[in-house]
């Protein structure tokens, strides 16, 4: 079962080539008592992927969302793995694109847990109008083992009338019997003839009876002719 869900879950996450129409794809297994669900959605040119596995009494859902409009493409993958334990997984992407300018918002989640509870979001949002470029890309983990792990992570890039704006938000959350969370917020704005590039890194991990926490805020504006550059990254382990 772990053997079917671990290669179920990296089809799924591999990368692949950018859809035409919309694409959703779903898959929910369950055994041993086990209770999972997975639900995927896709609006115009979008991707969305759902996986949720569970087994010995374990409860998986998850949850996958992507829409595309105005040229803009946008990937939602979620994958949600429970061994008696709770994992939750929810994937946002919304990306715009309008007169031929580029968007492309690219969101991954993913829980999972033995015993405990592992709950992951990750929110990704692009928009670029005119001949604007925007990329965000969001990537959020939790993982747990007879413990409690939150991990929340959220991309949003605005490019206008050649500006181009990037944010990438990463968040990890790791826990053995204990609690530990991360959130990681990157947002970047670029205006006219503009660039601004955000990044934000954050893992937290937490031994028995032990709590950890990882907070990271990345903001980059430029506007007109100016450049803007933002990164933070913060680490927090407690065993």
């Known amino acids: 079962m772990k053997r079917m869900l671990t290669l179920i879950a990296g089809l799924a996450l591999a990368g692949g080539s950018v859809a035409l129409g919309g694409e959703a794809v779903a898959i929910s297994t369950a055994t041993n008592g086990g209770s999972a669900s997975a639900n995927a959605t896709a609006i115009g040119n979008a ?11 374990g409860r998986a859902v998850s949850n996958s969302y992507a829409r595309g409009r105005g040229r803009g493409f946008a990937d939602s993958r979620s994958v949600a793995l429970a061994d008696h334990g ?12 309008i007169y031929g300018g580029s968007a492309v918002a690219d969101s991954e989640s993913i829980a999972a847990t033995v015993g405990g509870v592992a709950i992951s979001n990750s929110d ?3 928009d670029g109008v005119f001949h604007g470029h925007a990329t965000s890309r969001s990537y959020s983990t939790a993982l747990s083992e007879y413990g409690h792990a939150t991990s929340d992570s959220r991309a949003v890039s605005r490019g ?21 969370s991360s959130r990681v917020n990157a947002i970047s704005d670029a205006g006219y003839r503009a660039r601004a590039t955000s990044d934000g890194v954050g893992v937290s991990v937490s031994g028995r009876f032990r709590s950890s926490r990882a907070n990271v805020h ?7 002719s100016g450049r803007s550059h933002s990164r933070a990254t913060l680490i927090r382990v407690r065993r």
């Open 47 to 57: 991707r969305s992927t759902a996986i949720a596995g569970a087994t010995r009494g």
């Open 86 to 97: 709770l994992a939750i997984s929810n994937s946002n992407a919304d990306a715009l694109g």
């Open 124 to 126: 990704a949002i692009a």
């Open 160 to 180: 206008r009338r050649g500006g181009r704006a990037t944010s990438v938000s990463d968040s990890f959350s790791n826990t053995f019997g204990g609690r530990s």
């Open 218 to 224: 990345a903001e980059s504006r430029a506007h007109r």
